[in-house]
T-cell receptor
């Protein structure tokens, strides 16, 4: 069965510094990987996805993610964090007709 | 959240009562999904539907029921058989369920609390 792990419950970063939110995955075939963001009491918003091709995927709000097949990772990154980036981030992998979500990582960006 | 609406935003249920959560989409998507979100557990799939008049159980379907009579609507009923229904419920849709690369689009959620 496919799975996804987010090893950090929380990430703290100062505004203006680069941020990384980690994700590792386990799949039996070609991975379809996604990142979503959730603000308090809201639904999830799509940030980016990896399907095939270039290992560096660019998404919304200046976020990007690097697909690393040898390390089975799909870390989310941003060169310069904003206070408004503070939210809950979910990594997800597609398994057949279902999407498997990680437990989420809460990002705090301090001014 | 655009294109998918959920109502109500907050819902309170008494013990032994059935309640229905509404989900409507105007994106012309074939596939629709219901998830339950609990703190620290991510999202868990309750039911999904790839096409009108067809739906499948997800990982935690016990105590829940759904219908898909119209393409744009996928209501979820939380029955009295669901022993711990207090949670945040999210509805999502995707253009076509069989395309694994499709992005899911989420509604704003309904917070259900058992009194």
């Amino acid at each position: 069965a496919q799975s996804v792990a987010q090893p950090e419950d929380q990430v703290n970063v100062a505004e203006g510094n680069p941020l990384t939110v980690k994700c590792t995955y386990s799949v039996s075939g070609n991975p379809y990987l996604f990142w979503y963001v959730q603000y308090p009491n809201r639904g999830l918003q799509f940030l980016l996805k990896y399907i095939t091709g270039d290992n560096l995927v660019k998404g919304s709000y200046g976020f990007e993610a690097e697909f690393n097949k040898s390390q089975t990772s799909f870390h989310l990154k941003k060169p310069s964090a904003l206070v408004s980036d503070s939210a809950l981030y979910f990594c997800a992998v597609r398994e057949s007709f279902k999407t498997i979500f990680g437990a989420g990582t809460r990002l705090f960006v301090k001014a | 959240d655009g294109g998918i609406t959920q109502s109500p935003k907050y819902l309170f249920r008494k013990e032994g009562q059935n309640v229905t959560l509404s989900c409507e989409q105007n994106l012309n998507h074939d596939a629709m999904y219901w998830y339950r979100q609990d703190p620290g557990q991510g999202l868990r799939l309750i039911y999904y539907s790839q096409i009108v008049n067809d739906f499948q159980k997800g990982d935690i379907a016990e105590g829940y029921s759904v219908s898909r009579e119209k393409k744009e609507s996928f209501p979820l009923t939380v029955t009295s058989a669901q022993k711990n229904p207090t949670a945040f419920y999210l509805c999502a849709s995707a253009p076509e369920g069989r395309r694994f690369a499709d992005t899911q689009y989420f509604g704003p959620g309904t917070r259900l609390t058992v009194l």
